[in-house]
Protein backbone atom coordinates (compact mmCIF):
# COMPACT_ATOMS: atom_id res chain seq x y z
CA UNK A 1 0.00 0.00 0.00
CA UNK A 2 2.75 2.30 0.95
CA UNK A 3 4.16 1.76 -2.20
CA UNK A 4 1.21 2.45 -4.48
CA UNK A 5 0.60 5.67 -2.73
CA UNK A 6 4.39 6.67 -3.06
CA UNK A 7 3.91 5.67 -6.96
CA UNK A 8 0.86 7.51 -7.02
CA UNK A 9 2.75 11.05 -6.24
CA UNK A 10 5.18 10.38 -8.60
CA UNK A 11 2.69 9.87 -11.17
CA UNK A 12 1.05 12.96 -10.43
CA UNK A 13 4.27 14.72 -10.06
CA UNK A 14 5.36 13.32 -13.03
CA UNK A 15 1.76 15.10 -14.97
CA UNK A 16 2.62 17.77 -13.45
CA UNK A 17 5.58 18.46 -15.67
CA UNK A 18 3.63 17.85 -19.16
CA UNK A 19 0.30 19.67 -18.09
CA UNK A 20 1.86 23.53 -19.25
CA UNK A 21 2.73 22.38 -22.74
CA UNK A 22 -1.38 23.15 -24.37
CA UNK A 23 -0.40 20.11 -26.97
CA UNK A 24 2.81 17.77 -27.30
CA UNK A 25 4.08 14.88 -29.93
CA UNK A 26 6.17 12.07 -27.85
CA UNK A 27 9.11 10.67 -29.17
CA UNK A 28 8.00 6.83 -28.68
CA UNK A 29 10.19 4.12 -29.13
CA UNK A 30 7.81 2.14 -27.88
CA UNK A 31 10.40 1.09 -25.04
CA UNK A 32 9.13 1.37 -21.51
CA UNK A 33 10.31 4.66 -20.75
CA UNK A 34 8.54 6.13 -23.83
CA UNK A 35 5.61 4.12 -22.86
CA UNK A 36 5.08 5.68 -19.46
CA UNK A 37 5.78 8.87 -21.25
CA UNK A 38 2.83 8.70 -23.47
CA UNK A 39 0.34 7.11 -20.67
CA UNK A 40 1.04 10.64 -18.42
CA UNK A 41 0.79 12.77 -21.28
CA UNK A 42 -2.15 11.11 -22.09
CA UNK A 43 -3.46 12.04 -18.61
CA UNK A 44 -2.20 15.77 -18.71
CA UNK A 45 -3.24 16.64 -22.29
CA UNK A 46 -6.45 15.27 -22.26
CA UNK A 47 -6.04 14.66 -26.37
CA UNK A 48 -3.96 16.98 -27.68
CA UNK A 49 -0.95 14.76 -27.96
CA UNK A 50 0.90 12.83 -31.06
CA UNK A 51 2.99 9.88 -30.52
CA UNK A 52 5.87 9.90 -33.28
CA UNK A 53 7.89 6.29 -34.01
CA UNK A 54 11.09 7.68 -36.34
CA UNK A 55 11.95 4.47 -38.32
CA UNK A 56 15.43 4.13 -39.94
CA UNK A 57 17.47 1.39 -40.81
CA UNK A 58 19.08 0.90 -37.61
CA UNK A 59 15.52 0.13 -36.25
CA UNK A 60 14.65 -3.44 -35.53
CA UNK A 61 10.98 -4.22 -37.63
CA UNK A 62 10.11 -5.39 -34.11
CA UNK A 63 10.36 -2.26 -32.11
CA UNK A 64 8.35 -0.49 -34.80
CA UNK A 65 5.25 -3.06 -34.70
CA UNK A 66 5.52 -2.79 -30.52
CA UNK A 67 5.28 1.31 -31.12
CA UNK A 68 2.12 0.53 -33.06
CA UNK A 69 0.50 -2.03 -30.79
CA UNK A 70 1.38 -0.01 -27.31
CA UNK A 71 0.13 3.33 -29.21
CA UNK A 72 -3.13 1.78 -30.28
CA UNK A 73 -3.35 0.11 -26.74
CA UNK A 74 -3.21 3.91 -24.79
CA UNK A 75 -5.59 5.27 -27.50
CA UNK A 76 -3.25 7.65 -29.19
CA UNK A 77 -2.99 9.32 -32.43
CA UNK A 78 0.37 7.61 -33.96
CA UNK A 79 2.67 8.64 -36.86
CA UNK A 80 5.65 6.39 -38.18
CA UNK A 81 7.85 8.38 -39.96
CA UNK A 82 10.58 6.90 -42.00
CA UNK A 83 14.45 8.32 -42.41
CA UNK A 84 17.28 7.38 -43.88
CA UNK A 85 20.20 6.84 -41.11
CA UNK A 86 23.44 5.34 -43.76
CA UNK A 87 22.32 8.63 -45.68
CA UNK A 88 23.47 10.84 -42.90
CA UNK A 89 27.29 10.48 -43.55
CA UNK A 90 27.97 12.12 -40.43
CA UNK A 91 26.33 9.07 -38.60
CA UNK A 92 26.71 6.18 -40.62
CA UNK A 93 30.50 7.01 -39.97
CA UNK A 94 30.22 6.04 -36.59
CA UNK A 95 33.01 8.15 -34.89
CA UNK A 96 32.12 8.91 -31.12
CA UNK A 97 29.33 11.28 -31.79
CA UNK A 98 27.68 9.23 -34.03
CA UNK A 99 24.57 9.34 -31.59
CA UNK A 100 24.90 13.10 -31.84
CA UNK A 101 24.06 13.33 -35.33
CA UNK A 102 21.52 10.53 -35.48
CA UNK A 103 19.42 12.29 -32.30
CA UNK A 104 19.83 15.73 -34.48
CA UNK A 105 18.35 14.33 -37.77
CA UNK A 106 15.73 12.35 -35.46
CA UNK A 107 14.28 15.85 -33.34
CA UNK A 108 14.19 17.48 -37.09
CA UNK A 109 12.51 15.31 -38.57
CA UNK A 110 10.06 15.06 -35.68
CA UNK A 111 9.51 18.85 -35.61
CA UNK A 112 8.77 18.77 -39.47
CA UNK A 113 6.17 15.78 -38.80
CA UNK A 114 4.45 17.99 -36.13
CA UNK A 115 4.05 20.82 -38.46
CA UNK A 116 0.10 21.98 -37.77
CA UNK A 117 -0.48 19.94 -35.49
CA UNK A 118 -0.02 22.75 -32.27
CA UNK A 119 2.25 20.88 -30.68
CA UNK A 120 3.99 23.08 -28.26
CA UNK A 121 6.87 20.45 -27.27
CA UNK A 122 8.91 17.55 -28.30
CA UNK A 123 8.82 15.22 -24.97
CA UNK A 124 11.32 12.12 -24.81
CA UNK A 125 11.41 9.47 -22.21
CA UNK A 126 14.85 9.87 -20.68
CA UNK A 127 15.58 9.26 -17.10
CA UNK A 128 18.14 9.75 -14.29
CA UNK A 129 20.32 6.58 -14.86
CA UNK A 130 20.58 8.01 -18.91
CA UNK A 131 22.59 10.30 -17.41
CA UNK A 132 25.40 7.60 -16.02
CA UNK A 133 26.02 6.54 -19.92
CA UNK A 134 27.33 8.22 -22.51
CA UNK A 135 24.88 10.11 -24.35
CA UNK A 136 25.98 12.99 -26.99
CA UNK A 137 22.54 12.51 -27.86
CA UNK A 138 21.38 14.77 -25.34
CA UNK A 139 23.76 17.68 -26.58
CA UNK A 140 21.36 17.31 -29.64
CA UNK A 141 18.29 16.81 -27.32
CA UNK A 142 19.57 20.08 -25.45
CA UNK A 143 20.02 22.02 -28.72
CA UNK A 144 16.79 21.10 -30.28
CA UNK A 145 14.64 22.09 -27.02
CA UNK A 146 13.06 18.97 -26.42
CA UNK A 147 12.00 17.99 -22.71
CA UNK A 148 12.34 15.43 -20.84
CA UNK A 149 9.52 15.09 -18.07
CA UNK A 150 10.68 11.81 -16.83
CA UNK A 151 13.68 13.26 -15.78
CA UNK A 152 12.39 16.52 -14.24
CA UNK A 153 10.42 14.51 -12.30
CA UNK A 154 13.51 12.46 -10.62
CA UNK A 155 12.73 9.29 -11.67
CA UNK A 156 15.57 6.42 -12.63
CA UNK A 157 14.93 3.12 -13.98
CA UNK A 158 13.69 1.20 -11.61
CA UNK A 159 11.39 4.14 -10.44
CA UNK A 160 10.05 4.13 -14.29
CA UNK A 161 9.39 -0.18 -14.08
CA UNK A 162 7.47 0.15 -11.28
CA UNK A 163 5.71 2.91 -12.20
CA UNK A 164 4.39 1.11 -15.46
CA UNK A 165 4.05 -1.77 -13.79
CA UNK A 166 1.28 -0.65 -11.49
CA UNK A 167 -0.25 1.31 -14.39
CA UNK A 168 -0.66 -2.04 -15.44
CA UNK A 169 1.44 -1.08 -19.16
CA UNK A 170 2.16 -4.67 -20.70
CA UNK A 171 5.98 -3.67 -21.10
CA UNK A 172 7.49 -2.54 -17.72
CA UNK A 173 10.09 -4.95 -17.70
CA UNK A 174 10.95 -4.81 -21.40
CA UNK A 175 14.78 -5.02 -21.76
CA UNK A 176 16.46 -2.15 -22.69
CA UNK A 177 16.96 -1.76 -27.02
CA UNK A 178 19.48 0.94 -28.42
CA UNK A 179 19.93 1.36 -32.20
CA UNK A 180 21.23 -1.42 -33.82
CA UNK A 181 24.71 0.55 -34.75
CA UNK A 182 25.36 0.51 -31.10
CA UNK A 183 26.65 -3.07 -31.32
CA UNK A 184 29.57 -1.64 -34.61
CA UNK A 185 33.05 -0.59 -32.80
CA UNK A 186 33.19 3.37 -33.13
CA UNK A 187 35.57 4.17 -36.43
CA UNK A 188 34.10 0.94 -37.96
CA UNK A 189 31.32 2.10 -40.55
CA UNK A 190 27.46 1.48 -40.75
CA UNK A 191 26.36 -0.35 -42.92
CA UNK A 192 23.04 -2.19 -44.31
CA UNK A 193 25.29 -5.53 -44.50
CA UNK A 194 26.64 -5.10 -40.91
CA UNK A 195 23.43 -4.65 -39.49
CA UNK A 196 21.10 -7.23 -41.43
CA UNK A 197 23.80 -9.59 -39.69
CA UNK A 198 23.50 -8.45 -36.27
CA UNK A 199 19.59 -7.93 -36.64
CA UNK A 200 19.67 -11.82 -37.58
CA UNK A 201 21.66 -12.69 -34.65
CA UNK A 202 19.90 -11.20 -32.18
CA UNK A 203 16.66 -11.86 -33.44
CA UNK A 204 18.10 -15.74 -33.25
CA UNK A 205 19.81 -15.74 -29.91
CA UNK A 206 16.01 -13.79 -28.70
CA UNK A 207 14.72 -17.00 -30.20
CA UNK A 208 16.44 -19.10 -28.56
CA UNK A 209 15.39 -17.59 -24.96
CA UNK A 210 17.87 -15.49 -24.49
CA UNK A 211 16.90 -11.53 -22.97
CA UNK A 212 19.56 -8.40 -22.59
CA UNK A 213 21.39 -9.54 -26.21
CA UNK A 214 24.04 -7.73 -27.81
CA UNK A 215 25.85 -9.39 -30.63
CA UNK A 216 28.67 -6.61 -30.77
CA UNK A 217 30.79 -6.28 -34.26
CA UNK A 218 34.34 -6.20 -33.83
CA UNK A 219 35.75 -6.43 -36.93
CA UNK A 220 33.71 -8.23 -40.27
CA UNK A 221 34.27 -11.67 -39.00
CA UNK A 222 34.36 -11.43 -35.47
CA UNK A 223 31.47 -10.70 -32.80
CA UNK A 224 31.30 -10.91 -29.51
CA UNK A 225 27.91 -12.01 -27.42
CA UNK A 226 26.19 -10.52 -24.03
CA UNK A 227 23.73 -12.21 -22.72
CA UNK A 228 22.33 -11.38 -18.94
CA UNK A 229 24.93 -12.73 -16.46
CA UNK A 230 22.70 -15.25 -15.17
CA UNK A 231 22.23 -16.99 -18.75
CA UNK A 232 25.71 -17.71 -19.39
CA UNK A 233 25.28 -21.23 -18.31
CA UNK A 234 22.46 -21.63 -21.12
CA UNK A 235 24.38 -19.96 -23.96
CA UNK A 236 27.67 -22.30 -23.08
CA UNK A 237 25.09 -25.11 -23.25
CA UNK A 238 23.56 -24.40 -26.34
CA UNK A 239 26.99 -22.83 -27.81
CA UNK A 240 26.90 -25.24 -30.97
CA UNK A 241 23.63 -24.48 -32.24
CA UNK A 242 24.64 -20.75 -31.97
CA UNK A 243 27.72 -20.97 -33.18
CA UNK A 244 26.47 -22.63 -36.03
CA UNK A 245 23.83 -20.12 -37.20
CA UNK A 246 26.37 -17.26 -36.83
CA UNK A 247 28.98 -18.65 -38.97
CA UNK A 248 26.68 -18.97 -41.76
CA UNK A 249 26.13 -15.25 -41.60
CA UNK A 250 30.00 -15.43 -42.03
CA UNK A 251 31.24 -14.73 -38.57
CA UNK A 252 34.53 -16.61 -38.35
CA UNK A 253 35.64 -16.06 -34.64
CA UNK A 254 32.99 -15.49 -32.25
CA UNK A 255 33.39 -14.81 -28.64
CA UNK A 256 31.60 -15.18 -25.19
CA UNK A 257 31.68 -11.71 -23.28
CA UNK A 258 32.19 -13.34 -19.58
CA UNK A 259 31.26 -10.06 -17.95
CA UNK A 260 27.40 -10.74 -19.71
CA UNK A 261 25.33 -7.66 -20.77
CA UNK A 262 26.48 -4.24 -19.63
CA UNK A 263 25.06 -0.88 -20.74
CA UNK A 264 27.78 1.18 -23.21
CA UNK A 265 30.57 -1.60 -23.24
CA UNK A 266 31.06 -0.54 -26.37
CA UNK A 267 31.49 3.35 -25.21
CA UNK A 268 35.33 3.18 -25.89
Known amino acids: MMMRM ?29 TLL ?7 LSGNLTAVTWQTEVTPDSDI ?22 ENEAAAANKADRCYHCRRQMYADIKKSAAGLDAAAILEGVNVDDLTDTRPGLEAAREM ?8 AGLDKQGVREMARLLGLP ?4 EAAPCLASRIAFGRRVTSDRLMRINQGEAFLRE ?24 MPALRADWPTISSFLCDLDFARIEIDPKGYRMGSMNL
Open 145 to 152: GVVHPLLE
Open 65 to 86: DEAIRLAEGLDVSHRVISASFL
Open 38 to 44: LAAARDA
Open 171 to 174: NWDR
Open 6 to 34: LVDKRYELLKQRIEPWPGAVVAFSGGTDS
Open 208 to 231: RGFRNVRLRLLDDIEARIEVAPEQ
